[in-house]
């Protein structure tokens, strides 16, 4: 992976638009982020059972410009259709500014308590479980309780895993496909230790910036407490590292942190970068909904130092499913929990604290997956997270059929199984001359 020399001077198909929507881009997800001692309080009272569901709290959306926002992005959309002459700029600009629209809405919904109205906007830009996938999931997720049951574990890891096990025995499950049966996973490079601190992980993050030339980056730890994965925003180019508090609850080992760096730093960050300097700056935001790509390609470079013998993303994907009611049965946040403490009781390793962890995974995944709605209406959830599974999977798939394709992977923010976006991105030369300056064959 590298990064592209500065060519921001030179022209771009979009320089005339990029600036503007960059002024006017958001990221959803850094709206949906609660107050910490509010978060905090519903937590404790939720799982002490005095209350049926947690009130999420919303705070940034109420101060948030949505009219504004709005109405600059409609004038710009307007002004693209009308001014821009390359019907294929014209037509990624206009796709990506209706997908902030969207986006805009679902917010707004969000704000409103609308769940309903929330929910179907999010199925609009994230999608929904496909049958095909959810089968797949199902099948790894029976593969691993029968492991558990097999290993003769506590009772209280085969008692979960039993309730698993009769949850998803009524489905048809199929994981076999001969694509899949082709793939190869690695087993991750040989790396010891535990994350000792924030600091150690942001001076780790910093130098795998400083060693790409990324220099419009920063990393901070998230001293409000709220974040317990690390995350990249877009929005502020900014990655952010959970406090001392929240790392010691998930024990980071350094060779997780180190699938870290690839995730968010040589991808996320990297494809930001680059894309910003090729020919299509909109590279740097993303094409719409490039996300599934992102996910697929941020995850698949984590797996080849970390290891893997399945595809990202599955207890989530798990979670959404449970949740949208893969048995005919849609759940509100209290119903997923409790399906996805038996699915952590089951799959955590067996240590005095199991319990403490499995309730605190199972909490922060449907924090993940409910946040923007009430957690109170069955079905209704933010379902970005199906992209984890979903890209990781696609893209298996696609560098199993052609693995040049990984060359293109550093270029931008764009969705590689995506075939519109090849499409275009080839009409305008994107890819090839892009390739060549990664190559060094081109200036």
């Known amino acids: 992976m590298e990064s592209f020399p500065d060519s921001r001077n030179e022209r771009a198909f979009d320089e005339k638009w990029y600036s503007r929507l960059e002024e006017l881009y958001f990221e959803d997800y850094t709206k949906l982020e609660g107050d910490k001692s509010i978060r905090q309080i519903e937590k404790t009272s939720f799982l002490n059972r005095v209350s049926d569901n947690p009130d999420l709290d919303y705070p940034d959306l109420f101060t948030f410009d949505f009219d504004g926002r709005e109405q600059a992005l409609v004038t710009l959309k307007n002004e693209v259709l009308e001014q821009e002459l390359n019907p294929f700029v014209k037509k990624i600009y206009r796709t990506k500014i209706n997908e902030l629209l969207a986006t805009l809405r679902m917010l707004k919904a969000s704000r409103d308590g609308d769940d309903g109205r929330f929910s179907r906007y ?4 994230y999608g929904s479980p496909s049958d095909e996938n959810v089968s797949y999931v199902l099948q790894s997720v029976n593969d691993s309780m029968q ?8 009772e209280i890891k085969t008692e979960a895993s039993r309730n698993i096990l009769n949850l998803i025995s009524a489905v048809s499950l199929d994981k076999g496909d001969k694509q899949t049966d082709k793939i190869v996973f690695p087993k991750g490079l040989q790396i010891t230790g535990s994350v000792e601190s924030s600091q150690e992980a ?23 407490s709220r974040l317990s994965t690390f995350s990249a925003d877009q929005e502020n180019k900014t990655i952010r590292v959970p406090s001392d508090e929240k790392l010691a609850e998930r ?14 730093i040589k991808t996320h960050a990297l494809r930001r970068y680059n894309g910003e300097r090729s020919k299509l700056h ?6 719409d909904r490039y996300i599934k790509g992102e996910e697929g390609v941020a995850t698949y470079n984590e797996q080849q130092v970390t290891g893997a013998n399945d595809f990202a993303g599955i207890p989530r994907y798990f979670a959404i499913a ?13 119903q997923t929990f409790e399906v996805m403490m038996n699915y952590y009781l089951a799959t955590l390793k067996d240590y005095d604290d199991l319990v403490e962890r499995a309730e605190n995974s199972a909490w922060t995944t ?20 199906l992209a984890y599974f979903e890209g990781n999977k696609d893209i298996w798939h696609l560098v199993s059929k052609d693995s ?14 995506n075939d519109e976006h090849v499409y275009l991105l080839s009409q305008l030369g994107i890819l090839d001359s892009d390739l060549e300056v990664l190559d060094g064959s081109k200036e």
Request: proline share 2%.
């Open 122 to 125: 999010a199925k609009f830009i």
């Open 147 to 154: 492991k558990a049951i097999n290993q003769n574990g506590s």
């Open 202 to 224: 942001v001076s780790i993050f910093s130098e795998a910036l400083v060693e790409l030339g990324i220099d419009d980056w920063q990393i901070v730890v998230d001293k409000q």
């Open 251 to 264: 024990k980071i080992s350094k060779k997780k942190l180190s699938g870290l760096v690839e995730h968010e």
């Open 282 to 287: 909109l590279l740097g935001l993303g094409l």
């Open 322 to 334: 449970v949740a949208k009611g893969f048995d005919g049965e849609p759940r509100d946040f209290r």
């Open 366 to 385: 449907c924090v993940r997956i409910f946040r923007g709605t009430t957690a109170k209406t069955p079905g209704a959830v933010y379902s970005k997270d």
């Open 404 to 417: 040049d394709v990984v060359q293109t992977f550093s270029i931008g923010k764009f969705d590689s199984t």
